[in-house]
């Protein structure tokens, strides 16, 4: 049986998860995944029966053509599955999807919602029998993700919210999921190999070897839509927490609010979908001699994503076939930058790997 799959947000990030899906088509192709199987299911048990968007240029359209249409500038690296041609992209419930200044843009570079009702997103869930609802709502956009999370309890749907938007670490959310039996995987998802895993993995290694952290800095720039939307400083500020307490986490003593600046930091239309980091930890080590270490890493940052998504995907089927409700606690803290408890990568990574094999329990 497929896992059925709706999508909320048909950006960047869905462009590479939907082309990833036509990628992995094969049961034999494995290369590029963390786990070619959960459960029972390959990537290629995935199969999106419905997806969500208000924006003008993709409400109405395939799915197909939706993901390749502007402002997406994601790598195409894969042709999308034959069911992407036939799957309309309907309208959702704008609430604080589009930031002011994306919307004042030229007419035919501005970020306009479709001129149609929203669909009722629950009812939709029912009539698609969709078992998981992916949530890629933008940075800020926190009244549209919590919609979105509502439908999912009023549907019995699973969700994995890959935005900042705190469901799964809020403690009423997830209480509200568990009672239901609703499972949930989040929030804000981990990079298959970005910034924030290279920084905790980093400043965990500097700890272990005796190392006193004193500063650090994160500073990310890239050209999608994700980076223009976070230009509206007001919204960052979940995603500033979310990145921000997922390196703190990881030191034996938290840094001072000054001594640590981690989180976007610019637009730079041309990067397109290349996202570049440029990372510094500042610290000492025997006899209290300083040392430094710099680091860029440049990454399409899309694909990257969506292979930390296929893995939410199928863990949330598998907590679903078990009956699990609430946040599914191993994926979540491995897949994750803000799960509801958080650990190190080697933990996490152990107590997923305890998960493909029996009920998720305490990491």
Not at 177 to 193: A, E, M, N, R
């Amino acid at each position: 049986m497929p896992i059925r799959v709706a999508i909320a947000g048909v950006g960047n990030c869905a462009s590479a998860l939907v082309q990833g899906l036509g990628y992995y088509a094969s049961r034999d192709q494995t290369d590029g995944l963390m786990f070619p199987l959960i459960g029972s299911w390959h990537v290629a048990d995935i199969e999106v029966v419905a997806a969500f968007d208000i924006d003008r240029r993709k409400v109405g359209h395939s799915l197909s053509h939706a993901i390749f249409s502007p402002p997406n500038c994601a790598l195409r690296f894969s042709e999308p599955p034959l069911v992407a041609n036939s799957l309309i992209v309907e309208m959702g419930p704008v609430y604080d999807g589009i930031a002011r200044h994306m919307a004042e843009y030229p007419d035919d570079e501005a970020f306009r919602p479709a001129n149609l009702p929203p669909v009722a997103i629950a009812e939709r869930l029912r009539d698609t029998q969709a078992d998981i609802l992916v949530s890629y709502m933008p940075v800020g956009a926190d009244d549209a993700a919590r919609a979105y999370a509502t439908a999912c309890l009023d549907a019995g749907v699973a969700m994995v919210n890959c935005s900042p938007t705190f469901i799964a670490s809020d403690s009423e959310w997830a209480a509200r999921f568990t009672t239901l039996k609703v499972p949930i995987v989040g929030d804000d998802v981990k990079s298959q190999f970005g910034a924030t895993i290279m920084h905790r993995v980093l400043s965990r290694l500097a700890e272990e070897r005796g190392i006193r952290i004193e500063r650090t800095y994160q500073l990310n720039v890239g050209g999608n839509t994700d980076f223009l939307n976070m230009l509206s400083r007001e919204r960052l500020i979940s995603k500033k927490k979310s990145k921000t307490n997922s390196v703190q986490s990881q030191l034996k003593e938290p840094l001072r609010a000054k001594d640590i600046h981690i989180g976007p930091s610019d637009y730079i239309p041309w990067l397109q979908d290349n996202k570049v980091c440029f990372l510094r930890i500042e610290g000492a080590g025997f006899g209290g001699v300083d040392l430094n270490v710099e680091l860029r890493l440049s990454v399409q940052d899309s694909p990257n994503s969506a292979g930390v998504v296929v893995d939410a995907i199928r863990s949330a089927m598998l907590a679903r076939d078990r009956r699990h409700g609430g946040p599914v606690q191993a994926p979540c803290s491995y897949l994750m930058k803000s799960p509801p408890m958080q650990c190190s990568d080697d933990d996490a990574r152990r107590a997923m790997n305890r998960f493909l094999i029996s009920d998720d329990g305490p990491l």
